[in-house]
């Protein structure tokens, strides 16, 4: 289901509609399982879902890009021309901003690009660091008719001072500097900065120029320094094209992420045909660099996600899969209102292909790596169906234990949530939780990935829910060191809300968990020995000392994509 390839695939770049294709360029280095000679490579697609090959866009082919075509982005001109922005780093390893146009305009896969011969296109102001000055936005264009641009910077002593520099020009060829949009003075390297419209009401998206009544702006970035994307909500300020953040305490840089896993480097689009604004992000490796080499692979793209403000909030994003990732749903299973008492863990379904006895009270299983005070198994769905559980689609809900939240937003505590989820993983036993599922999962639970919900109770705050994805058992393999993070942060949750929901799409390795709707998303990536193929299950489980109700949850079997070149 993820766009991914051999060798070193990097970060998204220039996603855009033109003439009924889908394009995703993505950096890409032909030699090696490492990063170096980055390149662009390009795929198509009818439905963001299916791609297909066309090879190298930009190689580094010139002087200003020897050492590696950066990151950037494609804009549409107004006579309906796209065009690339991206960053070159030159044989001085020095980052310059520079232009490609296509050949042939009226090919709609847009195979052949041309650079400008007039590269490189805009000048970095003085006293800027030339190797910390890349990844041009997407371009757009105010009532005065001059074309506004972005690109990643720092200032500052030790470079802490992350920044996006805005840029205008008439031509779309010279482009000259004007100010800061914004700055945060802690966050340092300001990567591939983003900045979108979105509605106060409403789901549809709105392509880059839109200002005005009814519309706020999502200013997001990529840090450099912890390899996470952060974003905050507020309004573009076109008078003086700045930025300002609706809650200071959450700005840009310090606040709130996209994704509290393996997602970095992201980049959005406008989709004109559906009328929404579709997210890629690069999901990253858990395993060293001396792994991925002996894999021979590393990296993939995320499956593309519509975003838009949440109505309820309007101070945060609401992420969910693209509807077109429903099309390669199969078989399913599905089962209503079981109750899991603390220490109890029950398989959801069977994927052997062969009647499953119903088992109960399995205390002399190995199920020590999970620490539970007391562990009945039983079976809650023995359908007899072939289920590849490699690739699944799985959507659980359970009731809302009777506790209220806090007052305290959840934006505002963000941060602290990641690290909550690190010390409080699926064998740490609380009130109410850890409960949710375990995917990828072995028979006697040596390995597994287990994602959850947690309840925890400060004075402060008051009841709060976390949702982690803990990686540490997800592999026994020695021959491996992956990273065994449990990942995750707080989700809001409404005291009219009866419901806690999750959504996962478990593809080989790649894990992306949806909680409540999609507020707050988490990816990683793990490497299971055994748990792989027929072998793979995926139980319910709940750790917590008080019962939990799972008021549904299904599980779908999605088909194969096969990724092949343009033409097959």
Same mark, same amino acid.
């Given at each position: 289901?993820?766009?991914?390839? !051999? ?7 220039? #996603?855009?509609?033109?003439?009924? /294709? ?5 950096? /890409? ?7 170096? &000679? ?6 198509? %697609? ?13 190689? @580094? ?9 950066? %990151? ?27 232009? $490609? ?57 030790? *470079?802490? =001072? *992350? ?31 983003? +900045? ?11 392509? $880059? ?9 999502? +200013? ?9 994307? !952060? ?16 809650? $200071?305490? =959450? ?28 997210? /890629? ?16 692979? $590393? *990296?993939?793209? %995320? ?97 809302? #234990? ?6 305290? #937003?959840?934006?505002? =505590?963000?941060? %602290? ?7 409080? *993983? ?7 939780? #850890?409960?949710?599922?375990?995917? +990828? ?45 449990? /990942?995750?942060? !707080? ?11 999750? @959504? ?37 489980? &709940? ?26």
């Amino acid at each position: 289901m993820n766009v991914g390839s !051999y060798l070193w695939i990097w970060r998204s770049e220039g #996603p855009v509609y033109y003439k009924g /294709y889908y394009h995703l360029f993505y950096q /890409y280095n032909p030699f090696a399982a490492i990063p170096g &000679n980055i390149e662009w490579h390009h795929v198509v %697609s009818k439905d963001l879902i299916r791609w297909k090959f066309l090879g190298a866009t930009l190689k @580094r082919d010139q002087w200003y890009d020897a050492n590696g075509c950066f %990151s950037g982005s494609i804009t549409i001109l107004d006579d309906g021309t796209p065009v690339i922005l991206y960053t070159g780093n030159s044989f001085e390893n020095k980052q310059v901003q520079a232009r $490609a146009d296509p050949e042939d305009p009226s090919d709609p896969l847009l195979r052949k690009w041309v650079k400008a011969p007039y590269n490189p296109i805009a000048p970095i102001p003085p006293g800027y660091n030339s190797s910390q000055f890349r990844d041009p936005t997407e371009a757009w264009r105010l009532s005065d008719g001059m074309w506004r641009m972005l690109v990643g910077a720092n200032a500052g002593e030790g *470079g802490l =001072i *992350g920044t996006a520099l805005l840029y205008k020009s008439t031509d779309f060829q010279t482009w000259n500097f004007s100010n800061r949009l914004h700055e945060n003075p802690t966050t340092g390297m300001w990567e591939c900065p983003d +900045l979108f419209p979105v509605r106060i009401k409403g789901r549809k998206g709105l392509n $880059a120029s839109a200002v005005g009544k009814g519309v706020l702006h999502v +200013l997001k970035v990529s840090l450099d320094l912890n390899k996470h994307d !952060y974003y905050s909500v507020g309004n573009y300020l076109t008078e003086t094209d700045t930025y300002k953040p609706l809650i $200071a305490e =959450i700005d840009t840089g310090i606040g709130l992420r996209y994704d509290y896993g393996k997602y970095y480097a992201s980049k959005t689009f406008f989709d004109p045909i559906r009328q929404r604004r579709i997210v /890629y992000g690069w999901t990253n490796e858990s395993t060293s660099t001396m792994d991925d080499v002996a894999k021979g692979w $590393a *990296g993939l793209q %995320s499956i593309p996600r519509i975003v838009y403000l949440d109505q309820r909030a309007n101070t945060s994003l609401i992420q969910w899969p693209i509807e077109e990732v429903q099309t390669l749903r199969r078989k399913k299973i599905t089962v209503k209102d079981v109750n899991l008492e603390g220490g109890e863990v029950a398989r959801l379904m069977d994927v052997s292909g062969v009647q499953v006895l119903v088992v109960s009270n399995l205390r002399e299983m190995p199920f020590t790596s999970l620490k539970f005070e007391r562990m009945s198994f039983f079976l809650v769905a023995n359908h007899v169906a072939l289920f590849r559980s490699l690739q699944l689609d799985i959507e659980v809900a359970f009731k809302i #234990p009777d506790v209220k939240q806090g007052s305290t #937003p959840t934006e505002l =505590i963000a941060e %602290s949530g990641p690290s909550i989820c690190s010390q409080k *993983g699926a064998s740490m036993r609380g009130m109410y939780g #850890p409960f949710g599922l375990l995917v +990828l999962a072995s028979n006697d639970l040596t390995e597994q990935t287990a994602v959850y919900f947690y309840f925890v109770f400060t004075k402060k705050d008051g009841w709060k829910t976390l949702v982690c994805s803990d990686q540490s058992r997800s592999t026994v393999s020695m021959n491996l060191t992956p990273d065994k993070t449990t /990942y995750g942060s !707080y989700v809001r949750v409404y005291d009219d809300e009866k419901l806690l929901k999750l @959504r996962l799409l478990v593809d080989h390795s790649v894990v992306e968990t949806f909680a409540q709707g999609g507020r707050t998303v988490i990816t990683t990536r793990v490497y299971p020995k055994f748990a792989q193929s027929k072998n793979a299950r995926v139980f319910l489980f &709940n750790n917590g000392s008080e019962t939990v109700n799972v008021d549904s949850a299904t599980v779908w079997n999605m088909a194969t994509v096969r990724f092949v070149d343009f033409g097959q």
